[in-house]
């Protein structure tokens, strides 16, 4: 039998505010992260949380990572020593883009100043793996450590590497998610140049108006402990992840292939990677960005996957509250279902207003509501992530 | 011929090293880089600075015999 990871804290910063909670909270309110066509953590003042010297080595998207995994240990309860042996807890943090404001400073020192004055710590900062690192440093966590890269499937990936690591018997327990922080002008002139970016500045996925997607920034993760040891410590368990499936559609650089197939069979391997048929699916966080292409494709692929369930089950986008934070998206998404499957309350999907005749599921629109079970069992929800790219991942999670 | 003092070299390489993340009190001539938590990046960093400011060129072997904050004020008053 597979061992079994639970997670046993969680953290976040995102545009609705630093902390995990406020992310819950603000969204299942109705409340907006975005602000001038951007999800910004405009909250989030570095020296609040990291010394100087951490702010000064770390780019943005680390700082991020940093902040999100110290209130996920905190939450997990892992004291100044690790309730593990520390080659046996491992650190898996993804970004999609990496340290691009370092790339972007450094770059300009090089043409004003010369090569020569182009800061050593230039590398260390915009190396995609540079969240990992900071937060194993920061923890003393010596088992397996490397970044993902996936794009905006990231984070998601990270999840699932995270947890195949511990069903494996590699480590005992991973910390794990990702981060991103893109909002920079050349972040926005290239994603501009693919008119990937809604020129309204409004997220609204699957409504007829959508019109693509509002760049975020932020970090989530999760602490994950293999089940016996987190029981053995008296760890709370907050939820745990119980499958996972990941395809890619070998078709386009950016469009996801539109029947949905590929981004399906993520869907389905996660669910029979679970144990999970269709009629034990109770809620999915969707991938949904808000452009024409992701949220009908991804619909399709819920049909797909779920079949004639898939009209039944509540599908609502944190995206809609926050904006698409790329590769931290299906970490803090993650977070965002586990708190779903903890409150048993389901934010909904803001600004969707009006109905697109072709996507026809339960995009919860208006506001939140209850998350109701079948047979009164614990509950499960879906969490997707897509992306450029035509990486697919599914992540199935189950609360207590 | 040296057109900068002492003082002056010590107060900007006090400067520089307090941006770095040391508590400024602790900075001392006798402090030692190890103590501060200055590394080879942080060392660097100084390098660059001092160029800029001084047009002193240290390279990473001079930097490698630096053990205190004096080491280095005095190495570069050397050779301004």
Redesign the interface.
């Known amino acids: 039998m597979k061992r079994r990871a639970v997670i046993t804290g969680f953290g976040a910063v995102t545009p609705l505010g630093v902390g995990a909670r406020t992310l819950h909270e603000r969204w299942a309110a109705g409340e907006s992260g975005i602000a001038d066509g951007a999800g910004a953590c405009r909250d989030f003042e570095p020296k609040e949380y990291l010394?100087?010297?951490e702010v000064?080595?770390l780019d943005r998207f680390s700082q991020f990572a940093l902040v999100a995994s110290a209130e996920a240990i905190r939450q997990a309860g892992w004291g100044e020593e690790l309730p593990y042996d520390p080659f046996q807890v491992g650190c898996v943090i993804a970004t999609g883009i990496g340290g691009i404001e370092t790339v972007e400073t450094q770059h300009d020192v090089m043409r004003d100043?010369g090569a020569?004055?182009v800061?050593?710590?230039g590398v260390?900062q915009y190396m995609p793996n540079a969240g990992a690192a900071a937060v194993a440093m920061k923890h003393g966590l010596q088992g397996q450590m490397y970044g993902v890269v996936s794009a905006c499937s990231g984070g998601a990936h990270a999840i699932g590497s995270a947890l195949r690591m511990i069903q494996y018997g590699d480590a005992d327990a991973v910390v794990t998610g990702g981060a991103e922080a893109t909002l920079t002008e050349f972040g926005f002139a290239c994603f501009n140049a693919m008119q990937a970016l809604s020129p309204t500045g409004i997220s609204r996925p699957f409504d007829a108006r959508r019109d693509g997607f509002v760049m975020g920034e932020g970090a989530g993760v999760i602490v994950l402990e293999e089940a016996e040891a987190a029981e053995a410590r008296g760890a709370t368990v907050l939820a745990e992840v119980i499958g996972y499936g990941s395809t890619s559609d070998a078709f386009h650089l950016t469009a996801p292939e539109p029947s949905g197939r590929p981004a399906s069979k993520a869907i389905s391997l996660a669910l029979a990677d679970a144990g999970v048929t269709p009629v034990g699916v109770d809620y999915v966080n969707a991938h949904g960005t808000s452009t024409q292409l992701n949220d009908a494709a991804e619909t399709a692929a819920l049909k797909l996957a779920l079949g004639e369930r898939a009209g039944d089950i509540p599908v609502s986008s944190t995206k809609s509250a926050i904006g698409h934070l790329l590769g931290a998206a299906g970490a803090v998404e993650a977070v965002a279902t586990v708190q779903i499957l903890a409150e048993r309350i389901i934010p909904p999907t803001l600004n969707y207003e009006v109905p697109d005749p072709e996507l026809d599921l339960d995009y919860v629109p208006g506001e939140a509501r209850p998350l109701t079970m079948n047979n009164g069992r614990p509950p499960v929800a879906i969490s997707n992530s897509f992306a450029f790219g035509g990486h697919n991942v599914s992540l199935v999670l189950r609360g207590v | 011929m040296s057109t900068v003092t002492n003082e002056q070299v010590e107060t900007r390489v006090v400067e520089a090293l307090a941006?770095?993340?040391p508590d400024p009190s602790q900075i001392t001539r006798d402090a030692t880089f190890e103590e501060l938590?200055i590394d080879s990046?942080d060392l660097?960093?100084l390098a660059?600075i001092v160029?800029?400011e001084y047009g002193v060129v240290l390279k990473g072997e001079d930097m490698k015999e630096l053990k205190t904050v004096g080491d280095a004020v005095d190495l570069i008053v050397s050779r301004a």
């Open positions: 010394s100087v010297k000064r080595r100043k020569k004055m800061s050593p710590l260390p | 941006s770095f993340g938590d990046l660097v960093e660059q160029e800029d």
